[in-house]
């Protein structure tokens, strides 16, 4: 059943005041001019949200990179999140997790043909994205988490709101999770509400609706998180695959690194009898003592046995060098897809995105395609 679960912490709802002056003293400078923002001559979709923690970002970017893939030459621009470098980085299949950080690296390797960079500085990655020739020039390019960098002007926002906590109901940091107030989420064409489960019902869906009280320029929809079959880690120690419901009667160690692991956990519990669980940090650099600490709570379960991960877990993992063969050939990830909810909501989006991008390069004085 639908249940949200902001958790407010009252006592520091005094920082929260000083905390939302700051930022609405930001926001009425780029609203009046006073700071400038850029607008560049080519489709730039935004995808963010209005709070910290996973509202499901990278999914809903890969989704995105699917509609347009097929007819246009799309770019993401990350800032790679907790990665150990600081100046642009060109994304390739076989660069350093470490240097690039793990979604921007998982997102080039399910989709090599992308064009991916991470950059702090938004601006300095989209006139590098600029300068290159008309073969590796970009159609469109997509800000991964640029919601608050509005020194890019984007021609589109999508907001992400997770539907566990609900931004009408959240306060700001650090009281709540909120980076901005409820307000600023007018900056959006399209809003998403992320990770419905499977057991909303009508009245939850009209009680999200007028929670948000959109404007009639913008769109909403509603998604869930479609789990596929269990992939290897390791494919050279072990080729074998697995659907959800064949690991009933296994041993699961579910390890993972990322910021809510609520629906994964609901997940996993009603396809196995036996999980175990071991979690970090969002966006969590392992190291030898964490391996050793996986490698021991794995030996203590018994035979038939695996461990699961996410995608982005599995790619930090994947660099480590001291995993021993057994843990090796156990290890697997869940991929995740996007699903639409509703009947047809997807033909929706499919076809706003794509119109969006069209007529884009056909109405931009400044565009020559």
């Not at 893939?69 to 790679?80: E, F, I, L, M, Q």
């Not at 690296?105 to 601006?123: F, G, H, M, N, S």
């Not at 590796?136 to 988490?145: A, G, H, M, R």
């Not at 995608?311 to 994947?318: G, H, I, Q, S």
Request: with cysteine.
């Amino acid at each position: 059943m639908f249940k949200s679960e902001p958790k407010i912490r009252t006592a520091l709802s005094p920082l929260s005041w000083i905390y939302g002056f700051a930022v609405e003293l930001r926001n009425f400078f780029f609203d009046n001019g006073i700071l400038k923002q850029i607008e560049y001559p080519i489709p730039l979709i935004c995808v963010g949200n209005l709070t910290v923690g996973g509202t499901g970002k990278t999914p809903h970017i890969e989704y995105v990179i699917q509609i347009l893939s097929d007819k246009y030459k799309v770019a993401v621009v990350s800032r790679g999140y907790k990665r150990k470098s600081k100046s642009m980085q060109v994304v390739n299949t076989n660069s350093d997790v470490k240097r690039v950080g793990d979604e921007p690296l998982q997102i080039k390797k399910k989709y090599p043909e992308a064009t991916v960079i991470v950059d702090r500085d938004r601006r300095n990655a989209i006139e590098y994205l600029l300068s290159l020739n008309d073969e590796e020039k970009p159609d469109v390019v997509l800000l991964d988490d640029g919601y608050q960098h509005r020194y890019v002007k984007p021609s589109l926002s999508i907001l992400l709101v997770d539907s566990n906590r609900l931004i009408y109901e959240d306060k700001l940091l650090p009281a709540g999770r909120l980076r901005e107030p409820l307000r600023r989420k007018d900056r959006a064409g399209i809003v998403i509400v992320t990770k419905c489960s499977d057991g909303m019902q009508p009245i939850n869906f009209r009680i999200i609706t007028n929670g948000l009280n959109l404007f009639p320029y913008q769109s909403l929809y509603f998604t869930r998180f479609a789990y596929q079959g269990l992939k290897p880690v390791f494919p050279a120690f072990n080729t074998a695959t697995y659907s959800l419901n064949d690991i009933k009667d296994k041993q699961v160690l579910l390890v993972t690194g990322i910021a809510s692991t609520k629906s994964l956990e609901d997940k996993l519990s009603k396809k196995t009898n036996n999980l175990h669980t071991l979690f970090f940090p969002d966006h969590h650099f392992f190291n030898e003592d964490d391996i050793k600490t996986i490698e021991k709570q794995f030996a203590e379960l018994s035979e038939d046995k695996i461990v699961i991960t996410t995608e982005k877990d599995a790619v930090r993992l994947e660099a480590m060098g001291c995993l021993s063969d057994d843990l090796k050939e156990n290890l697997f990830f869940l991929p995740i897809e996007v699903s639409f909810t509703k009947l047809k909501e997807n033909e929706s989006f499919n076809k706003k995105i794509i119109n969006h991008v069209r007529n884009y390069q056909k109405n931009s004085r400044l565009s020559k395609r």
